[in-house]
């Protein structure tokens, strides 16, 4: 299978490549994918949709900004690398029509081995790289930008990866079954029964969990209920919402319909209209 994939977008909502490798042996069990965009849009303004999953930046081109959800008109700008939390809420984005970025979304103990810091510090949080790593990571991005093309800054950013998670902490491997079960079950399974699975008590697995994952399990499954919903709407255009909960562990369409609009900031109806292509963001211009 190859390592590097390609996909491009022309649309009246711009023009732009994205990329992405899939990481070796050695990382596969910290990380999902490694991704790479490049071009430009015709909005500026994104909500990027919570899905349990702790993503790492490399800015390679114009400054982004982080905005406040309350009050858009207040931002925080981010030029080189950061780390996105797990979170809670979407996170609310402003870049520059031109942009060039690369990424990795780690799985959930993945950032945990990498960063070696408790997850729950960062969680619901964005916070530059260099905070956590020190110099070394503008050091990275250096290299990377000057790699001559993409397959060798996969490569660069794969490497250092491997040997930051081989210095790190040691995730629990109780905590790796909980996640586990969780996801196999998209987030339906009851938390309660994972900790007596485990043989400790609820107080334990869940200040396990927080340190290592940066949210207590029972949000952790809502989150990933909610992006069981997204990624089932991805193709769609027509869609029947009741089927949509039911399908999703729902219990029933209030409950659905609640947590859509915590987590993304709008309704259903909203994301379709939307929703950007390949990715779980929507449009905020």
Known sequence: ????????????????????????TALAPLVELLWASEGTVTYSREKILPNGAVELLINLGAPHRLLDRKDPERGVP???AWVAGVQREYVLIEAA???????????????????????EEISDRVVDLDGILGPGSDRLRERIGEAPDLASRFRLLEAALVVGCRRGPRPDAGVGWALGSLRRSGGTIPVGRLSRELGISDRSFIGRFRRQVGLTPKLYARILRFSRVVESLQARRAVNWADVAQMTGYYDQAHFNRDF???????????????????GGVRAD
């Open 78 to 80: 981010f030029r080189r």
């Open 97 to 119: 029509a031109e942009s060039r970025m690369m990424g990795v979304r780690f799985r959930p103990l993945g950032a945990y081995a990498f960063l070696g810091v408790p997850m």
């Open 1 to 24: 299978m190859p390592r590097l994939s390609i996909l491009r977008h022309d649309s009246p909502l711009g023009r732009w490549e994205f990329a992405t490798w899939t990481p070796g």
């Open 261 to 279: 609009r915590a987590f993304s900031g709008g309704t259903p109806g909203d994301f379709l209209a939307r929703s950007v292509p390949d990715g």
